[in-house]
């Protein structure tokens, strides 16, 4: 028998094929957390660590975080904001401009309520004209930035305050209610006056921008580029 057969065995003991640890032995970190968590779970952190930050550098950087994980697939933000304004929810907005405003263009009822417009003028103003274009500009404000359909965002607006979205929606359907009151004969019909003209076509604006910003914000965000977006 050896000499060193009971002798304590003092190598350092190996480590191949241990646990490695997990930088978090007593659960601390974990501690609180979802046990399935998901997109919108590290959303919620990054909104509560926004919350917090004080240094404007790095609140946008977590800002730009937010924003990143929105758009991945498997977040809410994904299917319900808006960012981007592409030739794709311009081409929405036409159809759904055309979809709202096709009923009215054959009703002769077009034709009295702009009459009612332009008649009714006390001290020379046209009250009820003036009225439905407020009307026209508020719903549609209302209809993208204010209802539950989307959460539509404001970016990069035109000279720094006109939201894209809400000027091409407006433009689109006021040209197409113009156009399409002249392409069916609907606009010189009864030989109307001019302001009667006017009036017609902001009656089918009411319909036509409606149907614009339905079209718009339902389908989600579309694909392709950002019109007038930053350049990278």
Do not use: C
């Not at 190996?14 to 779970?41: Q, V, W």
């Not at 399409?180 to 006056?193: A, F, I, K, N, V």
């Not at 036509?208 to 965000?221: H, K, N, T, V, Y």
């Amino acid at each position: 028998m050896s000499r060193d057969d009971g002798a304590e065995d003092t190598s350092p003991p190996d480590t191949t094929g241990a646990e490695a640890p997990t930088g978090d032995p007593n659960g601390t970190l974990t501690a609180g957390l979802p046990e399935d968590p998901n997109i919108d779970d590290l959303l919620n952190k990054l909104d509560a660590l926004e919350a917090i930050v004080d240094d404007d550098a790095e609140r946008r950087k977590v800002k730009q975080t937010i924003a990143l994980v929105e758009r991945m697939p498997g977040s809410r933000a994904f299917t319900s904001h808006i960012n981007k304004y592409t030739s794709r929810d311009m081409a929405e907005s036409f159809v759904g401009a055309v979809i709202f405003s096709l009923p009215l263009l054959v009703e002769d009822g077009v034709f009295e309520i702009a009459e009612w417009f332009i008649e009714f003028t006390p001290g020379g103003i046209p009250v009820f004209f003036i009225m439905n274009v407020l009307f026209v500009l508020g719903m549609t404000a209302g209809l993208l930035y204010y209802a539950d359909f989307r959460q539509v965002q404001v970016t990069n607006p035109i000279f720094g305050f006109i939201p894209r979205r809400y000027l091409g929606v407006l433009l689109i359907s006021l040209l197409t209610a113009f156009f399409m009151l002249l392409m069916w004969g609907r606009l010189h019909e009864e030989d109307p006056t001019t302001l009667e003209q006017v009036g017609r076509v902001t009656v089918i604006w009411a319909a036509a921008a409606f149907g614009a910003a339905l079209g718009d914000i339902l389908p989600g965000e579309s694909k392709g580029d950002d019109i007038g977006g930053p350049v990278e």
